[in-house]
Nanobody
Framework: QVQLVESGGGLVQPGGSLRLSCAASGSISSIYVMGWYRQIRGKQRELVAVIPTGGMPNYGDLVKGRFTISRDNAKNTVYLQMNNLKPEDTAVYYC???????????????WGQGTQVTVSS
């Protein structure tokens, strides 16, 4: 019913920047929250950034001051601008939407397929 498609990952040098995008499609009545999570190899998935509808964004401690989450509600898209990237940012990044499905009125959580970000010289 709802699908999220991520893009923008890749290889970047330390200190560089990337912007990730995640677009949702399907029977979406409304979106309660958009966010980004990452899974570093050998570690549990962790919060990167989240932006509730009508609320302020929250960031994980390790990315504060370097990453910025934003959204385009008309396009059902969330972005993650990543600046001053460090090798320890290397991970698979996943977007996450909390939505109300139009056909049922139910609130559900959907995840993107993940996109690899590698920071290396």
């Amino acid at each position: 019913q709802v699908q999220l498609v991520e893009s923008g990952g890749g290889l970047v040098q330390p200190g560089g920047s990337l912007r990730l995008s995640c677009a949702a499609s399907g029977s979406i009545s409304s979106i309660y929250v958009m966010g980004w999570y990452r899974q570093i190899r050998g570690k549990q998935r962790e919060l990167v950034a989240v932006i509730p509808t009508g609320g302020m964004p929250n960031y994980g401690d390790l990315v504060k001051g370097r990453f910025t989450i934003s959204r385009d509600n008309a396009k059902n898209t969330v972005y993650l601008q990543m600046n001053n990237l460090k090798p320890e940012d290397t991970a698979v990044y996943y977007c996450k939407f909390g939505v109300v499905v139009t056909s049922t009125g139910l609130s559900l959580v959907y995840w993107g397929q993940g996109t690899q970000v590698t920071v290396s010289s």
